[in-house]
């Protein structure tokens, strides 16, 4: 079965400080991994993705994360917050089963930034 | 390229009324999967449409239908509507073969009194 834990709901940091956001995942076959950011009452905007090539991804505004299958985690970083940053992001691994793409959304954790 | 754009941006109806929301994918895009996202929740997966058809579901009642055309734009119908059908209601568009990203419109909120 699939899933995907947001370990934290809410994070505050101040800004300049580094983000890390925590995502753990379950997957029973080689799953692609995803970063989304929503601001509010706005769509979902693609931060970076993982589809098996390294591991080590670098996204949009300045933002990365590192799977690790050991770990079975995909934590999503950025070394200095900015204000605009403050937003909802969600953790979202899909998986390709029985010619069908299963997508699964973590219940998201809110960043907040302060000045 | 539009990307993903879905219509209207804001709706409201009252309780036993139907709705149509409306997506149209990105371009060369040939999937397009509706979510719902209530207040303060994370999008929950509602069905996906490839080749005009649905190919999955997830946890909806069937008051919840939807319909894909010949140029992948789709159509998501709520029969009925409880108030507890007010949400952000996200369509997002892809491959179907997948391991790529899903694109996602800005969402329509639909209020329902």
């Known amino acids: 079965a699939q899933s995907v834990t947001q370990l934290d709901s809410h994070v505050s940091v101040s800004e300049g400080t580094p983000v890390l956001l925590r995502c753990n995942y379950s997957?029973?076959?080689?799953?692609?991994l995803f970063w989304y950011v929503q601001h509010p009452n706005k769509g979902l905007q693609l931060l970076l993705k993982?589809?098996?090539?390294?591991?080590l991804v670098k996204g949009i505004n300045g933002f990365e994360a590192e799977f690790k299958k050991s770990e079975t985690s995909f934590h999503l970083t950025k070394p200095s917050a900015h204000m605009s940053d403050a937003a909802e992001y969600f953790c979202?691994?899909?998986?390709?089963?029985?010619?069908?793409?299963?997508?699964?959304f973590g219940t998201g954790t809110k960043l907040q930034v302060i000045p | 390229d539009a990307g993903v754009t879905q219509s209207p941006t804001h709706l409201i109806k009252t309780r036993g009324q139907q709705v149509t929301l409306r997506c149209s994918p990105k371009?060369?895009?040939?999937?397009v999967s509706w979510y719902q996202q209530a207040l303060g929740q994370g999008p929950q997966f509602i069905f996906q449409?490839?080749?005009?058809?649905?190919?999955q579901r997830g946890n909806f009642p069937d008051r919840f239908s939807g319909h894909q055309f010949p140029n992948y734009s789709s159509e998501l119908n709520v029969n009925a509507l409880l108030l507890g059908d007010s949400a952000l209601y996200l369509c997002?568009?892809?491959?179907?073969?997948?391991?790529?990203?899903?694109?996602f419109g800005q969402g329509t909120r639909l209020t329902v009194v």
């Open positions: 997957s029973s076959y080689s799953p692609s």
């Open positions: 979202v691994v899909t998986e390709n089963s029985g010619g069908y793409q299963k997508v699964t």
């Open positions: 997002a568009s892809s491959l179907f073969q997948g391991g790529t990203e899903a694109f």
């Open positions: 993982y589809t098996s090539a390294a591991t």
């Open positions: 449409y490839y080749e005009e058809e649905e190919r």
């Open positions: 371009s060369g895009h040939d999937t």
